[in-house]
């Protein structure tokens, strides 16, 4: 009986292992299939989703030869005004009430709102520390107005800009070569206005109605702007604030431009504005502070505000590798910087020499760009179709000019570095020329940075540099040759 079981437990152990063994090779063989689909869904990846980057010269590509073409068709025919100044100001308040058992969207009240500015972030807004507001200065010489719309706000939003467009072409006739957008660029202001992978990880969940209630409120702005008209005079002014900027690619051994530059407008009647313009990053506060605020660029305005200024509005300037410094941090670091560089200015605003009679010249140019160029590694990038589908749609990019007497404006759709900028800056001060440089003007091709940053991995660079390494001495051409026909000089 004994040899009888142990004839069975060997009979059972062979079967359970032949099973086993059987049941091995079929994991086995699925394993191997389903690594060889996975190889050759990466290799597909890697032959359709992936590519090299682009480094042929940008003036040999077919972006820049249309570019080039439809830009000095525009400049050979700039209309010059001159004449009488009028200006208008207008104002308005973009802070949303938050309320999650009524909500009301077309005044302003939501059940909730996310920060726009740090991908980190993850609760929505928890209350208000100061209001953010939108506010507009029309000016005009001889027919239709040109007018400057500053936000609070983060940037302008590519589907805010194209709402606001259409209602004031449908309503009034305006089109988009009379808005000069621009942000104060703080990080503490309205999301949600942004579709898109890269939209909603900066700025939370993209609210529609978000975008009509905010188009809508810079509408009203413009409108109060250009129903403001009256007669009045302008000048500017600039002056170094080194002390609130750095370089924050390379730190000490990068270049700055340090230079605030501002415009002053005075109406007859006596009410006066005030448009200024600064490199550093609104960034003062981090991805902690879940309060609504102006940043350093509110707490400018709002010193300015409470002098001889009636309204003072922030452009943020060449952003695209500075960031602020000073003293303290959060809200006293905002206070700190905002309220030094109001002072200064009210200082030389006592200086500027006033104009009612003056010559005004403004462009704005579409521009090509070259294939998105998103990377994964050093010399690699997604294919062009991934990377659309990651970043915010792009909508008739474009550069604007403009030339009041001997002062130049630029409006650019992207962050600039302010390494480039300082060039073109100094090179139009040797011609006599004072000048200023701005972004977000209603479109958004990220960091524009010196092509020998490129291959330097880090944010500016490496993450946000998403049109190659040409991108910036292609764009600084186009500068070049706008500022070169505003100025009749060779710069």
């Not at 905002?334 to 109001?342: R, V």
Request: proline fraction near 3%; include cysteine.
């Amino acid at each position: 009986m004994e040899g009888d079981h142990d004839k069975i437990r060997e009979s059972l152990t062979q079967n359970i292992t032949g099973i086993a063994l059987y049941h091995m090779k079929k994991f086995l063989k699925i394993l191997l299939i389903a690594l060889g689909a996975l190889l050759i869904v990466i290799a597909g990846i890697m032959i359709w989703g992936i590519d090299t980057i682009q480094t042929e010269p940008y003036f040999s590509t077919t972006y820049y030869k249309v570019t080039k073409e439809r830009l000095d068709s525009t400049l050979n025919h700039l209309r010059m005004e001159h004449g009488g100044l009028n200006a208008g100001f207008g104002r308005v308040h973009i802070t949303p009430s938050i309320n999650p058992s009524t909500q009301d969207p077309d005044n302003g009240i939501f059940a909730e709102i996310p920060l726009a500015g740090y991908g980190d972030r993850k609760l929505p807004v928890q209350g208000i520390h100061d209001s953010i507001f939108v506010k507009a200065v029309a000016l005009q010489v001889e027919q239709d107005p040109i007018v400057f719309v500053g936000t609070d706000l983060l940037l302008v939003p590519m589907a805010v800009a194209d709402s606001v467009y259409a209602i004031l072409y449908r309503t009034n006739g305006m089109t988009r070569d009379q808005i000069f957008f621009g942000a104060t660029h703080t990080h503490s202001s309205i999301g949600a206005s942004t579709a898109g992978y890269a939209g909603e990880k900066f700025g939370g969940s993209f609210q529609p109605k978000v975008v009509k209630w905010l188009s809508i409120q810079i509408v009203k702005t413009i409108n109060q702007a250009i129903t403001d008209l009256r007669p009045a005079s302008i000048g500017y002014g600039h002056f170094e604030a080194t002390e609130f900027v750095k370089n924050r690619m390379i730190g000490a051994t990068g270049r700055l431009n340090d230079i605030f530059t501002f415009v002053s407008i005075r109406q007859d009647q006596g009410r006066s504005a005030v448009l200024g313009s600064f490199s550093a990053h609104a960034t003062t506060l981090g991805a902690s502070n879940l309060l609504f605020s102006g940043d350093y660029p509110g707490y400018w305005e709002r010193k300015l505000e409470s002098g001889t200024v009636d309204m003072a509005v922030f452009y943020a300037g060449t952003v695209g590798s500075h960031s602020n410094r000073s003293m303290g941090s959060g809200f006293e670091k905002s206070q700190y910087i905002g309220e030094a560089l109001a002072d200064s200015v009210a200082l030389y605003l006592n200086k500027v020499k006033l104009r009612d009679i003056i010559s005004l010249t403004h462009f704005t140019t579409v521009i090509d760009v070259p294939t998105m160029q998103v990377r994964v590694s050093d010399n690699l990038h997604l294919d062009e179709y991934i990377g659309h589908k990651l970043l915010p749609g792009i909508n008739y990019p474009s550069i604007q000019g403009m030339k009041i007497d001997s002062f130049i404006w630029m409006t650019l759709p992207c962050e600039l570095s302010g390494e480039y900028a300082i060039d073109l800056i100094n090179a139009l001060q040797l011609e006599g020329y004072q000048s200023t440089f701005t972004v977000f003007n209603g479109s958004y091709l990220g960091y524009v940075v010196p092509a020998k940053y490129y291959h330097f991995e880090n944010y500016e660079s490496y993450l946000m540099g998403w049109y190659g390494p040409s991108m910036g001495d292609y764009i600084m051409e186009l500068l070049y040759t706008s500022c070169n026909a505003l100025t009749h000089e060779r710069l």
